[in-house]
Structures are given as C-alpha cells and as structure tokens.
C-alpha cells in the first residue's frame, strides 16, 4: 500500500557510475580527490529532489486509497450463501466500503450480496454494513472501521441455481489521516484558463408529465348569445361588482339562466371587487359659458323657363311658386353654437319645401348677404330630394296615370340633379308634373 520513501546515499566516499556522481550529505567533506564543481552541484541537485520527493511521498501515504476486493464468479446453489473473502484491516489503518454491486445468470431478483465486519479475523458473520441485491448499487459508506475485518458473502435466495458475480471496493487511511480519496493530482496548482465553449448537447427525451394546462383564455366582457368554452375567461360586471370569470361548463350566454352572476356552476370567479368611489377632486376654475344663437338666413328657389306647376294631391299643391324665370325667397333655420366670445364655433343649417312641378328650378343655399353666418356651399351642406315618397338621386319613379294628367295606362317620370358650388339644379326628365319634397341640412365651422 505505502510507496517507499527515497534513500540517497549519505556519504561521499561511495563511487556510482564510475566516479562521475557522487552524492553527499550536510556536511561531508568536499575535498575528495578528483570531485569536480559539477559533480557537487549534481549531487546538491539530487539530494533538493529527493527532499520534495519524499514530502509527495508522505502526503500521499496519508490519503485514503482504494483497496478492490476479488470476487470470483460463482455457481450458487438455491437457500446457500457462500463467504468469498475475509478481508483484514492492517494494524494503524481504518477502512470503510466505498462502492458495492451484484448480478446474476440467468438475471434475477433473488440474490444478495452483504458485507459484514468483525472485530476479529476468520469469521463467517459479524455486523451488517452493507446488503445489496440485484438492480441496485451501494455507493458509499462514511464510517469507517479498525482492527477487524470485513466478510464479503454471496446468497441465492431463490429456487435455481444462479450464477452470481460481485465487485466490492473498499479505501483504507493511516488512523489519524483526515485526508480524502487520493484522486487526481495531490498538489494543487494554478487554475488554468477557461476552456473553450462546447457546443449545445443534444434535444432531451420528451417529458413524462404529459401536456400542461392549456390555461385561460380571454374573451374580454360577457356577451348574451355568445358561445363560450371550457377556460374561457370574461369580464362581468352587476350590482357595483367588478371582477373576472372562467367557463368550467361550454354553454351559450343566457342572460338570467347561465351568466356569472346567476351560475355558480358554469362561471367560476377568478378575481373580483366592487367599485369604491374616490374623494372628490377640488373643484376646478369657472369655465366660459358657451353661446347659443337661432337665425333665420335666406335661400332662394329659382325658376327655369321652361318651369310649371300643376296640382298632383291635396299634399302636393301648386302652392305660390307658379311663375316661371323667377327668383323665391325660402327661409332656412340655422343653430349656432360658439365660445363666450361669439368668434369660433359650429352652425348648423337645414331647411324643406315641396312641391309638384315640371321643368327645372335651382336650389341656392343662403349666404353672409342674405342673414348667413358664412357663405354656405355644397361641401358641407347635403340635399336630399323626395320623388312621389321615395327617396332618390338618378332614376325614375312610377305613377299611375292621374285624370286629364296623362290618360292611358302608367308612365315614368324621372329627375336630374346637377350640383353647384352654391346650390343644386333638379330637372324634371318627364313632360308631366312630379310631386318632389326637398331637405337641405349641413354644420360648418366657423369662422
């Protein structure tokens, strides 16, 4: 087990190799015929070697050493165990068993290895430390034992014949040493530089947990009609509660019968609270009132040449338009709403008629000279126009002949409408009258 220290010679009378290297001693003397400079260097030299030497020698006498224990291979009859060594700690030394395991031909569960230890020597029994079965691996004792022995035994504990094969390592230390398993190199040197990165090792073996939960799922505020599923999670809100719920049952909303407020076993609460009121704020500076203003502006209806009246209804009459190439005053109503200094704000402007009529007329919306707060166009302002009830831009508009109007069987009457910058131009296509209703409506800003 121990490595024999070096032991150079001690006096310088000794010739080795032929006198060319002698070694010597603290305080031999020096004037031997024919010692050269050289040859007491080298021996300066060897006797500083064997020095350091020796302390790796001693250090390493004193760590704890592995000692493999020979198990032969074995027929085992079946109840039988058979003792296959007998172990002795050497006087000044401990030991402990440092790994242990077993197998069988054919494999099998029924067999044991156990290791015992004795105070004596020669025996076939003693205390337990160890038992290991097929399968298994013991790897470690930490007590160590003295002065005895350990008592390695094999056991078939089945009903074959087995074939058993053992491996028992023991360490043994100096009693006394505190040192660990002599592993590697016993004198510590620098630490070395880092090593290169190694590159990504290979993907893992799939998991065994099975696929996780796959969690929740937000479908933001609870919607009557709505279908929803297993996790899905809503936002609800009753009574001055606020908070958040998951599906534990697919359903369609169902207000009163399956919303979270009425079915604890479909919606589960996630997480929930009710709405406190915070202390009210200073109250902040007085504000400009805003103006408000009602005007009557002017626009005007404008007769073509070709234009005539005639009654249609008792709803549609000729009513006071009934000239040709003349200019009609209409009124139109216009709302405005502005700052407390009157200069910026909206005004909003509509204004009907209607009557029955053929021919053209124009449509001319009120400006700044006529009661306006702006020259009104049609950018901002829109023109519906209403044939016979029903609401239309270019087409026709079936009626059924009407008296002396047209005698005969149904007929088509139909408009045009042209847009201008201020205003509308409606030709009526037909040569009879068609009864028409008119609304203009718009907001412009201002200024």
């Known amino acids: 087990m ?3 220290p070096i032991d150079l010679p001690a006096a310088a009378g000794l010739d080795y190799s032929g006198g060319d290297v002698r070694h010597f001693s603290q305080g031999d003397a020096v004037n031997v015929p024919g010692l050269s400079n050289p040859t007491r260097n080298l021996a300066e030299r060897d006797n500083a070697l064997a020095e350091k030497v020796n302390e790796v020698v001693s250090v390493v006498n004193n760590q704890e050493q592995f000692v493999p224990l020979p198990v032969v291979r074995t027929n085992v009859p079946p ?15 401990e030991a402990r068993v440092l790994n242990a395991v077993l197998s069988t031909t054919p494999a099998s569960t029924s ?45 078939n504990t089945g009903a074959s014949t087995l074939e058993l094969a053992a491996s028992v390592m023991l360490t043994m230390r100096p009693l006394g040493a505190e040192g660990t398993l002599l592993v590697g190199s016993i004198i510590e040197g620098p630490q070395g530089k880092p090593g290169q990165r190694g590159g990504p090792g290979p993907q893992g073996n799939p998991g065994t947990g099975g696929a996780g939960s796959p969690g929740m799922v937000w479908q933001g505020a609870w919607t009557n009609g709505i279908s929803y599923a297993v996790n899905d999670v809503v936002s609800y809100a ?15 909303g169902n207000y009163g019968v399956n919303d ?32 408000f203003t009602s005007l009557v502006p002017t626009g005007y209806i404008v ?9 249609y209804t008792a ?35 509509t204004a009907s008629y209607r009557t029955c009529f053929s021919g053209s007329m124009s449509i001319i919306l009120p400006r700044i000279a006529t009661g306006g707060v702006v020259d009104y166009t049609t950018t901002s302002v829109d023109l519906i126009a209403i044939a016979a009830g029903s ?5 026709t508009a079936n009626n059924s002949s009407v008296g002396a109007i047209n005698a005969g069987g149904t007929y088509s009457k139909s408009y045009k409408q042209i847009t201008y910058t201020n205003g509308w131009g409606i030709e009526v296509i037909s040569p009879d009258a068609l009864p028409m209703s008119f609304l203009v409506h718009g907001v412009v800003s201002v200024p």
């Open 391 to 395: 609401v239309v831009t270019y087409g």
């Open 238 to 252: 009753y009574s001055g509660t606020y908070g958040s719920w998951i599906c534990r049952i697919a359903n369609t």
């Open 315 to 349: 709803e549609y009459d000729a009513g006071v338009i009934s000239q040709p190439s003349r200019a009609y005053p209409i009124s139109a109503l216009e709302k405005g709403i502005y700052n407390s200094t009157g200069t910026v704000g909206v005004a909003i402007l």
């Open 2 to 4: 121990a490595i024999k």
């Open 303 to 311: 007769t073509a040449s070709n234009y005539g009246t005639r009654p």
């Open 260 to 291: 979270p407020q009425t079915s604890t076993s479909v919606w589960n609460t996630v997480a929930i609270g009710v709405a406190v009121s915070g202390t009210a704020g200073p109250t902040g500076p007085a504000g400009n009132e805003a103006q």
């Open 79 to 93: 109840g039988d165990e058979i003792i296959v060594t007998n172990y002795r700690i050497p006087a000044g030394f």
């Open 111 to 155: 067999a044991e290895l156990d290791i015992y230890y004795s105070s004596s020597y020669g025996g076939s029994t003693g205390a337990v430390v160890v038992t290991v079965t097929p399968g298994s691996e013991f790897t470690g004792d930490v007590n160590f034992y003295q002065t005895g022995e350990f008592i390695i035994a094999i056991k």
